[in-house]
T-cell receptor
């Protein structure tokens, strides 16, 4: 089935140790998003790619970086995780041609920082 | 002030009840609106889009009032399986989705 896949589902990292979360999609959607969601809070948009164009949110810390080597894959790099970065990280995709604007979410990666 | 605000709940209702959720948005440039459903520790999934004229999908009815910057979701004849968090979403442009923190619903037997 076409879908949005995130690996790993659970990631534990040490304070300050770089970590990479990955997202892949078989939907051939041209827009990909990364959200951070903390417990009982709204998903917060970190950045998105429109095709190859990277769009960073103004309040996304420099500690968070992203790469999109091709249409199918997108990575979230956290250069020096702090305790406050522990959260669920959600990847989502959308087809620009889709007039419904629906975003398709992956199952998320739950990041723990020790 | 958050851009999209919702009553966090929780709403605890018996099966068969009708329940309504409200949402307000602060950015008048928002053009499109949605309700997403998020089950515990799962990803959000689109429940329905919200149109100016109001729209209905089975037991679910969504309304939009642009003048008041207010969105609602009505669930009739609640089922146990409706228990989830309901996220209100406002879209600016094509890609700038702003989520509310969600309203938690528990439907009890």
């Amino acid at each position: 089935d076409a879908m949005v896949i995130q690996n790993p589902r659970y990631q534990v990292t040490q304070f300050g140790k770089p970590v990479t979360l990955s997202c892949s999609q078989t939907l051939n959607h041209n827009v990909m998003y990364w959200y951070q969601q903390k417990s009982s809070q709204a998903p917060k948009l970190l950045f998105h790619y429109y095709d190859k164009d990277f769009n960073n949110e103004a309040d996304t810390p420099d500690n968070f970086q992203s790469r999109r080597p091709n249409t199918s894959f997108c990575f979230l790099d956290i250069r020096s995780p702090g305790l406050g970065d522990a959260a669920m990280y959600l990847c989502a995709t959308r087809a620009d041609r889709d007039a419904t604007y629906e975003q398709y979410f992956g199952p998320g990666t739950r990041l723990t920082v020790t | 002030r958050k851009e999209v605000e919702q009553d966090p709940g929780p709403f605890n209702v018996p099966e068969g009840a009708t329940v309504a959720f409200n949402c307000t948005y602060s950015n008048s440039a928002s053009q499109s609106f949605f309700w997403y459903r998020q089950d515990c520790r799962k990803e959000p999934k689109l429940l329905m889009s919200v149109y100016s004229s109001g729209n209905e999908d089975g037991r679910f009815t969504a309304q939009l009032n642009r003048a008041s910057q207010y969105i609602s979701l009505l669930i009739r004849d609640s089922k146990l399986s409706d228990s989830a968090t309901y996220l209100c979403v406002a879209l600016r442009g094509n890609n700038d989705m702003r989520f509310g923190a969600g309203t938690r619903l528990t439907v009890k037997p």
